[in-house]
């Protein structure tokens, strides 16, 4: 199947799409006084409403809204995540999410059941209309998914790179794909990359079973 015939993720990330250089970043103070991460020439907009700070990456976007250029597959755009987790836009056209709906999550098929208890992720949701293409056309959902029916996804944290302040300067840190939640003091030092909600009162679907009914509020 040819590129332009595949259904590309909104969140996806495009060849010629750049990260910010590391020598835009500098130390400085939080409202509270405290050391932070920043950049020289900071915005309001590099923070998330929570004052994390947010990796900065260029963007390549038709007139039409969407991005253009290759697929980079399993690289994630962190201003296009974050406004889909934001918003709860779904990932696939980009347009408001209705109340309940259908969310395929990276990992393990499942048997369908109910759950109150919460699941964190930083996957966006994706339409009916796209639901079946997106399980056979996306990579990482062919590695396996499950669909979940979602009706609360509270804010939990974010995904990034953590940062410290050394004698030669700013430094990064090794990191990994574990959220850090809000409200840790680690966050001061820390570039988001990936926006993460916690999925509450979630029932694991068969994608077979969905119907039109089932996504509409």
Do not use: K
């Not at 991005?67 to 995540?81: D, E, F």
């Not at 509270?154 to 430094?171: C, E, R």
């Amino acid at each position: 199947m040819s590129t332009a015939s595949r259904l590309v993720p909104y969140i996806t990330a495009r060849e010629g799409e750049e990260p910010e250089s590391h020598l835009a970043l500098r130390a400085t103070f939080d409202s509270a006084g405290r050391s932070a991460l920043g950049y020289w020439d900071e915005t309001q907009e590099d923070r998330d409403p929570r004052g994390v700070l947010w990796g900065r990456c260029s963007q390549l976007i038709g007139r039409d809204g969407i991005p253009s250029g290759r697929p980079q597959w399993r690289l994630i755009h962190p201003a296009r995540q974050r406004e889909t987790m934001t918003r709860l836009s779904l990932s696939d056209l980009r347009r408001p999410y209705q109340n309940t709906g259908g969310l395929p999550v990276p990992g393990t098929r499942c048997q369908r059941r109910s759950a109150a208890w919460g699941l964190r992720t930083a996957q966006p949701p994706v339409c009916l209309a796209h639901l079946r293409a997106a399980v056979e056309q996306f990579p990482r959902l062919q590695e396996g998914y499950t669909a979940l029916m979602v009706r609360s996804a509270p804010l939990y944290g974010v995904i990034g790179t953590p940062y410290q302040w050394t004698a030669q300067g700013i430094q990064a840190l090794a990191g990994n794909d574990t959220p850090v939640p809000y409200r840790t003091s680690e966050l001061r030092w820390f570039l988001g990359s990936q926006l993460v909600r916690c999925l509450q009162g979630f029932t694991v679907v068969d994608l077979d079973d969905l119907t039109t009914l089932d996504l509409i509020a």
